[in-house]
């Protein structure tokens, strides 16, 4: 059952009802052995951390940010900052020097919370620029503080600001101890009385495609109601084991972490995406929510083993994935019940074949998985699902806290929908097919930006999305980003993501910038999964010396333009790339070219490649 509380009490509410049980797995910083705390131990570090702050003259609503990769500091933080009524920032810990100054110096930062070296050093550099920081903590200890630096301290030593030391909490009897030490715990109890939902929690500064960041104001209240209305229809619970695999600073990770803490799952906090797969295998969660790009590779991996393997290998896995998509999608997802025949074959394929798929990945207890952030692919979808693994596809934005719509576990959904709105949440189709937005769990709107709140909201309340769509039987259905709509110089429309989304399912494809506005016709630069291309040279006795020669060799290209054709055969003729470009380098965040959630930043790429593009596009 999930405990509803406000978010400065939530962690110790549930110490309260779980005491020892485990509520945090996580790595040390450098270490590769997993550990965990309790229910207790969270709550006790939440209780210093606030103490700490009040030690360190935060006052109520006044800001400090966390600049890091996901960690069990992290929470503790966020969670101390709100017992004290303090708004916590987050900033992506791959946010470069100007953006977390801009950030510091917009929301009025008086303390930062540092990772790693890289942030901490970046910190450093830019603390004589803000003159509302006070100081810097960094959470790892191997970090390496500069000797002229008398502004950082060590988390353990910020901890100790809270209480006489922060040595490990093992006992009952060292909780108690602890408490009986914190200084300003009184203190603490009256701010959780005085605590309310319109109070600001959280400043989230947006990724910014199209231009400056903006920090989305959230507020107590909209956590609030998203945690009562995801409740309804997000099924995790105080079984669940949930990885956390993209950044507490997105929004989607914040508010599903957050509801998990709710129901009393455990958290299992992976630190470094790039290990989430071996996370998953050491840690087997029953949960994760992640953007499509992370389905999308598993979806080609499990291809390119399929393609390796021997012919009745191939054969059998064919046969059990057909299997699983007619089981899964073509009668569950439709709400019928499968015949007997069908059924059988499912459970036979399901524990001799899609299982090993899904130990492969860690996830032989897999419960169900959220996906939202992007366009999800219907193959990929379908694929998920003929697997025998219970993708929940939503949508949703900063600005709405999270989920706007989603799939619901157990119940009919169709591929290529984003699910049901929630209940709480009102969605309008207005001009242009642009989602519109009112509710509860609704920003009131971007900190320090009344010009464009004046923009973003209409005159009855809702908030333009940018989005366009349109609802279906009830089920909520994504057109494009109506600012990302091309136009080519014919007048013909067409949907960039959308096209992106049907490469990307491709084994040789790892990113892809469509182009077309106001072009005669669709182009693309792609990035090649350089490995996988380097390995289809070698079997073809393709020569090459570097990266440039491989993407210019006409065998390359002929393969590529084969590639494509097939998977753009559905697509009108208008809508296909005619010509492309494989591009020897990634797109990069350090060229401005990604955003901190590595979406495009479509106008930088125009701009950085406009020879390449303009080579495209010369008449032959």
């Keep these: 059952m999930q405990t509803r509380c406000h978010l400065s009490v939530l962690i110790h509410e549930q110490a309260k009802k779980y005491g020892s049980r485990p509520a945090l797995t996580f790595r040390h910083f450098g270490s590769?052995?997993?550990?965990?705390?309790?229910?207790?131990?969270?709550?006790?570090?939440?209780?210093?951390?606030?103490?700490?702050?009040?030690?360190?003259?935060?006052?109520?609503?006044?800001?400090?940010?966390?600049?890091?990769?996901?960690?069990?500091?992290?929470?503790?933080?966020?969670?101390?900052?709100?017992?004290?009524?303090?708004?916590?920032?987050?900033?992506?810990?791959?946010?470069?020097?100007?953006?977390?100054?801009?950030?510091?110096?917009?929301?009025?930062?008086?303390v930062l919370f540092v990772g790693e070296q890289e942030q901490y050093d970046k910190a450093h550099r830019i603390f004589p620029l803000c003159p509302t920081l006070d100081r810097i903590v960094v959470y790892d200890p191997s970090v390496r503080i500069s000797t002229h630096d008398p502004n950082a301290i060590y988390f353990e030593d910020f901890l100790k600001l809270g209480q006489g030391n922060a040595e490990e909490v093992a006992d009952a009897s060292d909780l108690e101890r602890i408490e009986a030490n914190l200084p300003r715990q009184s203190e603490v109890e009256e701010l959780w009385e005085q605590a309310n939902e319109d109070d600001l929690c959280n400043i989230l500064y947006t990724s910014g495609t199209t231009g400056d960041s903006k920090g989305v104001m959230l507020t107590y209240g909209q956590y609030h109601a998203a945690m009562i209305a995801n409740d309804k229809y997000v099924p995790v619970g105080e079984n669940d084991r949930v990885i956390n695999f993209l950044p507490f600073t997105h929004i989607f990770e914040r508010g599903w972490a957050y509801l998990a803490l709710t129901k009393g799952a455990q958290l299992i906090i992976n630190t470094n995406p790039r290990e989430i797969q071996e996370a998953m295998r050491e840690t087997h969660p029953t949960c994760m929510s992640s953007v499509p790009r992370f389905w999308e590779k598993v979806y080609v991996a499990v291809k390119a083993k399929i393609e390796d393997a021997g012919g009745i290998q191939r054969k059998l896995f064919e046969r059990a994935l057909a299997v699983g998509k007619k089981y899964n999608i073509e009668y569950l997802s439709r709400g019928k019940r499968p015949p007997i025949y069908l059924a059988a074959e499912y459970t036979l394929f399901n524990k001799s074949i899609l299982s090993l798929v899904r130990k492969q990945l860690g996830l032989e207890q897999a419960h169900f998985f959220p996906t939202a952030g992007a366009t999800v692919s219907p193959e990929v979808e379908e694929f998920v699902h003929a697997i025998g693994l219970n993708m929940i596809v939503g949508y949703g934005l900063t600005e709405s806290l999270a989920t706007v719509s989603c799939d619901r576990l157990g119940q009919p959904y169709t591929i290529g929908s984003v699910g049901r709105p929630l209940d709480d949440v009102e969605v309008k189709i207005g001009e242009n097919d642009e989602i519109l937005l009112r509710g509860k769990t609704i920003t009131k709107g971007y900190?320090?930006?009344?010009?464009?709140?004046?923009?973003?909201?209409?005159?009855?309340?809702?908030?333009?999305?940018?989005?366009?769509?349109?609802?279906?039987?009830?089920?909520?259905?994504?057109?494009?980003?109506?600012?990302?709509?091309?136009?080519?110089?014919?007048?013909k429309y067409i949907a960039p993501q959308a096209l992106e989304s049907k490469l990307l399912v491709d084994r040789f494809v790892e990113q892809i910038a469509v182009i077309a506005d106001e072009r005669k016709f669709v182009s693309a630069l792609i990035v090649p999964e350089y490995q996988v291309l380097e390995e289809y040279a070698r079997k073809h006795d393709i020569a090459f010396n570097n990266r440039e020669e491989l993407c210019k060799d006409e065998r390359i290209m002929k393969m590529m333009a084969d590639r494509i054709d097939t998977l753009q055969q559905q697509m009108a003729s208008y809508e296909k790339i005619k010509r492309f470009t494989l591009m020897p380098h990634h797109f990069s965040m350090e060229n401005g070219e990604l955003t901190n959630t590595l979406k495009l930043r479509r106008n930088v790429i125009i701009k950085n490649y406009k020879n390449l593009i303009d080579e495209m596009y010369v008449e032959e």
């Excluded at 992506?92 to 950030?103: H, L, V």
């Excluded at 320090?448 to 908030?463: C, I, Q, S, T, V």
């Design 447 to 491: 900190y320090h930006r009344e010009a464009l709140n004046a923009e973003a909201f209409d005159k009855d309340g809702f908030f333009h999305t940018g989005d366009a769509g349109y609802l279906k039987n009830g089920e909520l259905f994504l057109k494009e980003r109506i600012k990302d709509l091309f136009k080519t110089s014919n007048g």
């Design 32 to 110: 590769k052995k997993w550990s965990s705390v309790s229910w207790n131990q969270f709550s006790v570090r939440v209780k210093q951390v606030s103490n700490a702050l009040l030690n360190m003259g935060l006052k109520p609503q006044e800001s400090i940010a966390v600049f890091s990769q996901n960690c069990i500091q992290y929470l503790y933080t966020d969670f101390g900052a709100y017992g004290v009524r303090v708004i916590s920032i987050p900033f992506y810990a791959t946010s470069s020097e100007q953006q977390i100054q801009y950030m510091i110096h917009d929301a009025g930062v008086k």
